[in-house]
């Protein structure tokens, strides 16, 4: 954005402010670096900004006067600081000094059809706009009516938020986000973490990829956001959404983005939607276990033949034992239903501001019309134990969950058919009986014999006989007595500052840019760090776009062979590189040892003791400069070195045997296990499977 263009708002700034952490943040730099801004620019021709009298608290700074010294110095990383400042001053939420959001909300929507800028309008016409809109007022009339005579100063901010965050829709994800440090109890109780809405909206796009998604709680609209932004969503999809003054700020965040939004009135839903549903949904207090019910039962009556449904509520109301018997003749009556195809207990941890909360997942559709009532059955799966990684569950867990809940809703022969990693076979005539846990009633299902047509048998011959063929490669260390001697060792850090070793830090790279490795691909430079270093994941698992690191990073420097590679976090640990062309990642780091010149005599360091000697290391030993490490003598630095080598290659060999007798044994039991495999006894009764 041209600084110029911020002038006019210059007047809205004026009335924010922004805390340390707050410039920080939105300069794109470290917190400590502002500081430094303060202290390095206290006097001069352009001084930082002076704090403004406030309450009392952490010094806080007139966002005007930032945005101006910030555009006269060129400091910072972002060169839309002026417009990003209007986003993070809004999202200011101190007493006394609450923001307008809704109306902000409001006038969002109205940027995401208006064809200029609202601050190019009057007063007038932008009423007029939020009419044409939405002229019931069912979202937002009122909203824009209600700022009155700061619908000027309003509308210019809400231009540059949507600059800012390049489109309305961004903007208003970036005011919602912030809901927590604003301390908006109203959108943050019963919220999902990112992790439990990324889930939700996964399992939406494989069982129900449908254009309309209707929702009878959408809460702020947390769910239908993740649902509809899911990237094979269509480009305009439509959301379905109560009427009502609670149904307001869903209405709004939604259509900020050009979505589609209906009102879905009782017994109303379309042929074509899907369900989902947050049981309490934002914004609600304590459910009990018998209304969290009493609503899912609302949603189970809404679907009609073919609809399907994905609920997301309290564990202890949908899977686990019931608390008292109303609970638990409210949960059989919906499972006589016949439509709960699949229940998925989640992890603890998904609800924020309730962190030992455990929640459930429910997928809804229809009875499976080819099986008698008395033999239908429901597939539970127990995924308690799965952490999130960030904002999503490991991406294999999620697929093969995936894979499992699709199962679920297939046929009766193509359910018995299936693999399932997780689901479990729960006979509901069993779990009526019984009642309890839905978890502890599930059983594994009896799988449906499948020939492989002897290619486990024909594996496992490979496997062997290439253990038979394959010889390590030969170790010969020719070695001798010798004379004792001192040991010659010196500090890593003098040995950095006497050029001997060459200290690397290591890459900032942005977790997105970490991809999984497929083997040899010519397009991916392999990626190191503290997992690979600490043995916590395999070398060659991670890796980065080649060309988005040269674009992204230009100065970025690969390892070259011989390099050792290192790490204090969570204890010291280091490697050798020996192949090099590798990109290390921060907090990981690399030091390379300065070959030896012709006239070197003495004593040398050689990478693969620098390497052991750190992993030896406490695991306190943080201050790397300390650390003691050996030097061997000159004469004998080079066969030292060619004898390592062959030690790692051995090393490497025996690995690979190691993982092909692992394969072995893997491929022996599962095949014996499933009967496609039969070892000849020794007697020699069976003959061998062909």
């Given at each position: 954005?041209?600084?110029?263009?911020?002038?006019?708002?210059?007047?809205?700034?004026?009335?924010?402010?922004?805390?340390?952490?707050?410039?920080?943040?939105?300069?794109?730099?470290?917190?400590?670096?502002?500081?430094?801004?303060?202290?390095?620019?206290?006097?001069?021709?352009?001084?930082?900004?002076?704090?403004?009298?406030?309450?009392?608290?952490?010094?806080?700074?007139?966002?005007?006067?930032?945005?101006?010294?910030?555009?006269?110095?060129?400091?910072?990383?972002?060169?839309?600081?002026?417009?990003?400042?209007?986003?993070?001053?809004?999202?200011?939420?101190?007493?006394?000094?609450?923001?307008?959001?809704?109306?902000?909300?409001?006038?969002?929507?109205?940027?995401?059809?208006?064809?200029?800028?609202?601050?190019?309008?009057?007063?007038?016409?932008?009423?007029?706009?939020?009419?044409?809109?939405?002229?019931?007022?069912?979202?937002?009339?009122?909203?824009?009516?209600?700022?009155?005579?700061?619908?000027?100063?309003?509308?210019?901010?809400?231009?540059?938020?949507?600059?800012?965050?390049?489109?309305?829709?961004?903007?208003?994800?970036?005011?919602?986000?912030?809901?927590?440090?604003?301390?908006?109890?109203?959108?943050?109780?019963?919220?999902?973490?990112?992790?439990?809405?990324?889930?939700?909206?996964?399992?939406?796009?494989?069982?129900?990829?449908?254009?309309?998604?209707a929702s009878p709680a959408p809460g702020c609209g947390d769910l239908l956001h993740a649902v509809?932004?899911?990237?094979?969503?269509?480009?305009?999809?439509?959301?379905?959404?109560?009427?009502?003054?609670?149904?307001?700020?869903?209405?709004?965040?939604?259509?900020?983005?050009?979505?589609?939004?209906?009102?879905?009135?009782?017994?109303?839903?379309?042929?074509?939607?899907?369900?989902?549903?947050?049981?309490?949904?934002?914004?609600?207090?304590?459910?009990?276990?018998?209304?969290?019910?009493?609503?899912?039962?609302?949603?189970?009556?809404?679907?009609?033949?073919?609809?399907?449904?994905?609920?997301?509520?309290?564990?202890?109301?949908?899977?686990?034992?019931?608390?008292?018997?109303?609970?638990?003749?409210?949960?059989?009556?919906?499972?006589?239903?016949?439509?709960?195809?699949?229940?998925?207990?989640?992890?603890?941890?998904?609800?924020?501001?309730?962190?030992?909360?455990?929640?459930?997942?429910?997928?809804?559709?229809?009875?499976?019309?080819?099986?008698?009532?008395?033999?239908?059955?429901?597939?539970?799966?127990?995924?308690?134990?799965?952490?999130?990684?960030?904002?999503?569950?490991?991406?294999?867990?999620?697929?093969?969950?995936?894979?499992?809940?699709?199962?679920?809703?297939?046929?009766?022969?193509?359910?018995?058919?299936?693999?399932?990693?997780f689901a479990r076979f729960a006979r509901l005539p069993q779990v009526l009986a019984r009642g309890?846990?839905?978890v502890e009633s599930a059983r594994d299902l009896v799988q449906v014999p499948r020939d492989d047509?002897?290619?486990?048998?024909?594996?496992?011959?490979?496997?062997?006989?290439?253990?038979?063929?394959?010889?390590?490669?030969?170790?010969?260390?020719?070695?001798?007595?010798?004379?004792?001697?001192?040991?010659?060792?010196?500090?890593?850090?003098?040995?950095?500052?006497?050029?001997?070793?060459?200290?690397?830090?290591?890459?900032?790279?942005?977790?997105?840019?970490?991809?999984?490795?497929?083997?040899?691909?010519?397009?991916?430079?392999?990626?190191?760090?503290?997992?690979?270093?600490?043995?916590?994941?395999?070398?060659?698992?991670?890796?980065?776009?080649?060309?988005?690191?040269?674009?992204?990073?230009?100065?970025?420097?690969?390892?070259?062979?011989?390099?050792?590679?290192?790490?204090?976090?969570?204890?010291?640990?280091?490697?050798?590189?020996?192949?090099?062309?590798?990109?290390?990642?921060?907090?990981?780091?690399?030091?390379?040892?300065?070959?030896?010149?012709?006239?070197?005599?003495?004593?040398?360091?050689?990478?693969?003791?620098?390497?052991?000697?750190?992993?030896?290391?406490?695991?306190?030993?943080?201050?790397?400069?300390?650390?003691?490490?050996?030097?061997?003598?000159?004469?004998?630095?080079?066969?030292?070195?060619?004898?390592?080598?062959?030690?790692?290659?051995?090393?490497?060999?025996?690995?690979?045997?190691?993982?092909?007798?692992?394969?072995?044994?893997?491929?022996?039991?599962?095949?014996?296990?499933?009967?496609?495999?039969?070892?000849?006894?020794?007697?020699?009764?069976?003959?061998?499977?062909?």
């Amino acid at each position: 954005m041209d600084p110029t263009s911020t002038r006019p708002a210059r007047s809205v700034l004026d009335d924010l402010t922004l805390s340390l952490p707050d410039i920080a943040l939105t300069a794109g730099v470290q917190r400590p670096v502002v500081s430094m801004w303060r202290t390095r620019h206290a006097g001069g021709p352009s001084p930082f900004p002076p704090p403004v009298a406030d309450d009392a608290g952490p010094p806080r700074f007139r966002a005007s006067d930032v945005v101006a010294w910030v555009e006269r110095t060129g400091l910072g990383k972002n060169p839309h600081f002026a417009a990003d400042v209007a986003v993070r001053g809004v999202l200011d939420a101190r007493p006394g000094r609450d923001r307008p959001t809704d109306g902000l909300l409001a006038l969002l929507c109205l940027r995401a059809y208006a064809s200029t800028a609202l601050a190019d309008l009057s007063p007038d016409d932008v009423l007029d706009l939020a009419d044409e809109l939405d002229p019931d007022d069912e979202f937002l009339y009122r909203e824009v009516e209600a700022l009155a005579s700061t619908l000027p100063a309003a509308c210019t901010l809400a231009d540059l938020m949507a600059s800012a965050a390049y489109s309305p829709g961004r903007a208003a994800e970036a005011v919602l986000a912030d809901r927590y440090r604003a301390g908006r109890v109203d959108l943050t109780r019963s919220a999902l973490a990112p992790a439990a809405l990324d889930l939700v909206a996964r399992v939406v796009a494989a069982v129900a990829p449908a254009d309309v998604v209707a929702s009878p709680a959408p809460g702020c609209g947390d769910l239908l956001h993740a649902v509809l932004a899911m990237p094979d969503a269509v480009d305009v999809p439509t959301a379905m959404v109560p009427p009502g003054d609670a149904r307001r700020l869903a209405r709004r965040r939604l259509v900020a983005h050009g979505w589609d939004v209906r009102t879905l009135d009782d017994g109303d839903l379309p042929t074509e939607a899907v369900v989902v549903c947050q049981v309490p949904e934002v914004g609600d207090g304590d459910v009990s276990d018998e209304e969290a019910l009493a609503r899912v039962d609302e949603v189970v009556l809404s679907l009609g033949p073919g609809q399907r449904a994905v609920v997301i509520g309290p564990a202890s109301a949908l899977v686990e034992a019931a608390s008292s018997p109303t609970v638990e003749s409210a949960r059989s009556a919906l499972l006589r239903t016949h439509r709960l195809r699949t229940a998925v207990l989640l992890p603890p941890g998904l609800v924020p501001d309730r962190s030992r909360q455990r929640l459930a997942l429910w997928v809804l559709g229809d009875a499976h019309p080819d099986v008698a009532i008395e033999d239908r059955w429901t597939m539970v799966a127990d995924l308690s134990d799965v952490r999130p990684h960030g904002a999503e569950l490991d991406r294999a867990v999620l697929d093969d969950l995936l894979t499992d809940v699709v199962a679920s809703l297939d046929s009766a022969d193509a359910v018995r058919a299936h693999s399932f990693r997780f689901a479990r076979f729960a006979r509901l005539p069993q779990v009526l009986a019984r009642g309890g846990s839905l978890v502890e009633s599930a059983r594994d299902l009896v799988q449906v014999p499948r020939d492989d047509g002897g290619a486990g048998a024909v594996r496992v011959r490979e496997l062997a006989e290439r253990l038979e063929v394959e010889a390590r490669p030969a170790l010969d260390v020719p070695v001798r007595r010798g004379a004792a001697a001192p040991v010659r060792d010196a500090m890593l850090g003098a040995l950095v500052d006497e050029g001997r070793v060459r200290r690397l830090p290591g890459l900032r790279l942005d977790p997105s840019m970490v991809v999984a490795a497929p083997e040899r691909d010519p397009a991916l430079t392999r990626v190191l760090g503290p997992e690979e270093l600490t043995g916590d994941a395999a070398w060659g698992l991670r890796a980065v776009d080649r060309l988005r690191l040269v674009t992204e990073h230009a100065d970025a420097r690969l390892t070259e062979p011989g390099d050792v590679v290192v790490t204090t976090t969570p204890r010291p640990a280091a490697a050798v590189d020996r192949d090099g062309f590798s990109a290390v990642v921060y907090p990981a780091w690399v030091l390379r040892v300065r070959p030896p010149d012709d006239g070197d005599v003495g004593h040398r360091l050689l990478p693969d003791v620098l390497a052991r000697e750190i992993a030896a290391q406490p695991p306190d030993a943080k201050r790397w400069r300390s650390w003691r490490v050996r030097l061997l003598p000159a004469d004998q630095a080079a066969p030292v070195e060619q004898a390592l080598d062959a030690v790692a290659d051995r090393a490497r060999a025996a690995r690979r045997e190691l993982a092909r007798l692992e394969e072995l044994a893997a491929t022996l039991v599962d095949g014996v296990a499933s009967g496609v495999i039969r070892i000849v006894g020794s007697g020699g009764q069976d003959e061998a499977t062909e």
